[in-house]
């Protein structure tokens, strides 16, 4: 195991006669600790990829520097750096059974035959592939495939483990078991791993940090709970956690008390609840972004401790016991709340939701703007 640490690095691939040069990583620092199971989310072409193949050697950083178990990267070759990379689309040898795949590292290295054999049942045994190794590829299912290859990772014992997008190629039902084999393999193997994925659901599941990347920069790296109560910008808040959270344009007033008054005609007036004014006094005046959770009263009756808000319904999509609506307000703020007994909500309808002001947030007006105040207790 390894402590891998990032320090202002970037990432520029040159342009060309039509196209400009691309920047793909922009000044990120972060740190994996040792035996730390993190994960980069964000959404495609972020620079999460480009991240794990520049700590792999695949290419060379235009600045900054990497430093594997306090080492400089840059003084190794992609083999003496000592990572495993397993690959969003497994990159198996197909004229090789599973055991051959999973041994052939050590083999080149030359390592003994019997304790190559061993580490391979062990890792076959902890992925349930056992009964795959005499198999080829091509006569494995897409999961057994993933498994092989993280099997074939683990078989090298490697100081630092890079899963780019592992389990994107899976359905549905197979994800969420290799998820469960991901988070048990890591406890019984503390491996430091760095762990790529599109999936906000996926990384929070699984990771014992989650580094937030929005294109070419990191916008905020903690625990789950973390980036889910306490975003640092509106572009966290809103890719993190579910439901979706809602924003609404607006400011804060003294009007014979705090009110929040959504921005454009027939803008709602939010009455922030005596108890709550001092987390959001400092906002009064200019214009500011209201994020919250909209939830749903299960006897369709606010709480008084709670400000009412009503949208129209837009599209229904039955998840269950519960659905997602989606709507808009009357000055068109898009509103995303999860309902449940939804078997009477239907596009055209009025619904009526709480915003718990302990949960709410204010953000500074545009996509990345950064946290103002709130946040949950």
């Known amino acids: 195991m390894a402590q891998v640490t990032l320090d202002n690095l970037g990432k520029v691939y040159p342009g060309s006669r039509r196209h400009a040069p691309v920047r793909a990583l922009d000044s990120l620092s972060l740190d994996a600790a040792d035996g730390e199971y993190l994960v980069l989310v964000g959404p495609s072409g972020c620079g999460k990829t480009t991240a794990l193949r520049?700590?792999?050697?695949?290419?060379?950083?235009?600045?900054?520097?990497?430093?594997?178990?306090?080492?400089?990267?840059?003084?190794?070759?992609?083999?003496?750096?000592?990572?495993?990379?397993?690959?969003?689309?497994?990159?198996?040898?197909?004229?090789?059974?599973?055991?051959?795949?999973?041994?052939?590292?050590?083999?080149?290295?030359?390592?003994?035959?019997?304790?190559?054999?061993a580490r391979v049942r062990e890792a076959a045994r902890a992925l349930g592939v056992e009964d795959a190794l005499h198999r080829r590829p091509g006569q494995l299912s897409g999961g057994q495939c993933q498994r092989i290859a993280l099997a074939r990772c683990l078989v090298r014992r490697p100081r630092?483990?890079?899963?780019?997008?592992?389990?994107?190629n899976l359905d549905a039902p197979l994800r969420a078991a290799a998820r469960a084999d991901l988070k048990a393999l890591h406890r019984r193997d503390p491996t430091t791993t760095l762990h790529v994925?599109?999936?906000?659901?996926?990384?929070?599941?699984?990771?014992?940090r989650v580094a937030v990347m929005s294109p070419a920069r990191l916008e905020q790296a903690g625990t789950p709970m973390s980036l889910h109560r306490e975003p640092a910008s509106r572009f966290v808040a809103g890719f993190i956690g579910t439901p979706a959270m809602s924003f609404v344009e607006g400011r804060l007033e003294r009007a014979g008390g705090l009110w929040f008054v959504e921005s454009g005609e027939g803008g709602a007036r939010?009455?922030?609840?005596?108890?709550?004014?001092?987390?959001?006094?400092?906002?009064?005046?200019p214009p500011v972004?209201?994020?919250?959770?909209?939830?749903?009263p299960a006897d369709g009756v606010p709480d008084a401790a709670r400000m009412p808000l009503s949208f129209l319904v837009r599209t229904v999509e039955p998840l269950g016991d519960d659905a997602e609506v989606?709507?808009?307000?009357?000055?068109?703020?898009?509103?995303?709340?999860?309902?449940?007994?939804?078997?009477?909500?239907?596009p055209g309808r009025s619904l009526m939701v709480e915003v718990d002001p302990r949960a709410a947030h204010l953000f500074e007006p545009g996509p990345f703007g950064r946290r103002l105040t709130g946040g949950s207790p």
């Not at 630092?160 to 994107?168: K, Q, T």
């Not at 994925?197 to 014992?208: C, I, N, S, Y």
């Not at 004014?277 to 906002?283: P, S």
């Not at 972004?289 to 749903?296: C, D, E, K, Q, S």
């Open 54 to 117: 520049l700590i792999a050697g695949l290419e060379d950083p235009t600045s900054g520097s990497i430093r594997i178990a306090g080492q400089a990267a840059e003084s190794l070759s992609p083999a003496g750096r000592d990572v495993a990379m397993v690959f969003q689309s497994y990159s198996l040898y197909p004229h090789m059974t599973a055991y051959e795949n999973m041994a052939f590292a050590p083999r080149l290295r030359g390592e003994p035959r019997r304790d190559i054999d």
């Open 160 to 168: 630092a483990l890079l899963l780019d997008e592992p389990l994107s």
């Open 197 to 208: 994925t599109h999936d906000q659901g996926e990384a929070m599941a699984l990771g014992d």
């Open 270 to 285: 939010l009455a922030i609840p005596a108890g709550h004014e001092g987390r959001f006094e400092g906002a009064v005046g």
């Open 289 to 296: 972004v209201l994020g919250f959770r909209a939830r749903v």
């Open 326 to 346: 989606r709507g808009e307000t009357g000055a068109g703020s898009p509103i995303v709340a999860r309902v449940p007994a939804w078997e009477g909500v239907a």
